[in-house]
């Protein structure tokens, strides 16, 4: 028996007439009928709403306007095509049948993630970026313990300069080194008394790394300022693509590649490779300390970019798994 599957909107006369025929056709060609609904998911309407209704029998598809000859000739042609695999036996063709027609727990998982998977993101964006602000509130409750255990597990995933960090709750909310040339600052030398923080590789920098503040300074917070900035502006296009209904689409590889990857390359890596203090290329590219107003601009740059460039295509890629899932269960449905 053939499955054939009528994309519909409810009071919609076409619709009905279609059905009706389809009944009409039910003795000549025997099919399991199975309806979808197009308001019930927002990428069903944007694909069909013009087009309503729309038949899909195995690999056919007719779109409105549909008469009775057209659905007699897909009809036929499906039901042949049928009969010739089923003679056949080629085994694709009956592994694919027999997926087709069972529904597993891993198919209602992978439906339920496809719908769910940006509040999934956001969550974890919302956690991730979050967890760095409790540990310096957790070391302020004086909850050392918890708060040590936040730095640890970010630790590999961050450097964690105190200079090219947040704080909180204390006199400032960064401390800059003084090549920065941030002035009005309290440089991050003269606040913690750790020197010669100009040499890349001098130890002091892993003291640097290992400070995580005090009453006075404040308390560090787990990720630097750039990954702060990454992080918070791709929660904030998620939120934001989520309130347009998932609609904005991506952005062009060039834009992404130009304004949000120039930038964040451009001032990281000068900055690195000035600092090896390298005599060949002094000349070309003096010492320099980048600023927390260019780390933070440069990161939401990336993070904002990244998130535009990546988020709609992985809707798109969602979408066709929700439609594959949505005609699956309806058909199944009718099958029982």
């Known amino acids: 028996m053939l499955n054939v599957t009528l994309y519909s909107r409810k009071n919609s006369q076409s619709c009905d007439e279609v059905r009706m025929t389809l009944s009409d056709l039910q003795t000549q060609y025997p099919h399991r009928l199975a309806e979808v609904d197009v308001d019930s998911d927002n990428a069903l309407l944007l694909k069909f709403h013009d087009s309503i209704p729309v038949v899909e029998v195995g690999p056919y598809s007719l779109k409105a306007p549909i008469t009775r000859q057209t659905l007699q000739m897909t009809l036929g042609a499906a039901s042949d095509r049928k009969n010739q695999l089923e003679q056949l036996g080629d085994p694709e063709y009956q592994m694919k049948l027999k997926k087709g027609n069972t529904v597993t727990t891993g198919d209602r998982v992978s439906f339920w993630i496809a719908k769910r998977y940006l509040l999934m993101l956001n969550l974890f964006m919302l956690i991730y970026v979050g967890l760095p602000f409790l540990a310096p509130t957790l070391m302020k409750l004086g909850a050392e313990l918890p708060a040590r255990a936040i730095y640890r597990i970010y630790s590999p995933l961050c450097h964690q300069f105190g200079f ?14 003084a090549e920065a040339n941030m002035a009005g600052l309290q440089t991050f030398e003269q606040a913690t008394g750790i020197p010669r ?11 640097a790394r290992k400070y995580t503040g005090d009453e006075s300074v404040g308390y560090k917070v787990a990720l630097c300022e750039r990954d702060v900035a990454i992080y918070l502006a791709l929660l904030l296009f998620g939120i934001i693509f989520g309130l347009t209904g998932r609609r904005i689409k991506s952005l062009h590889w060039m834009a992404w590649l130009f304004i949000g990857l120039a930038p964040i390359g451009l001032d990281g890596f000068s900055q690195l490779f000035s600092q090896f203090n390298w005599a060949w290329l002094d000349s070309m590219l003096p010492y320099r300390e980048s600023t927390v107003y260019l780390r933070v601009i440069t990161g939401a740059l990336f993070g904002f970019m990244t ?12 979408n066709e798994t929700r439609q594959y899932y949505i005609k699956k269960f309806a058909v199944n449905q009718v099958s029982k």
Request: proline content about 8%; glycine content about 2%.
């Open 164 to 177: 090219r960090s947040f704080f909180l709750y204390g006199d400032q909310v960064i401390y800059p080194l």
């Open 197 to 207: 923080l100009d040499d890349p590789y001098s130890v002091t920098r892993f003291d």
């Open 307 to 318: 998130a535009w460039f990546a988020y709609p295509n992985i809707e798109e890629s969602m």
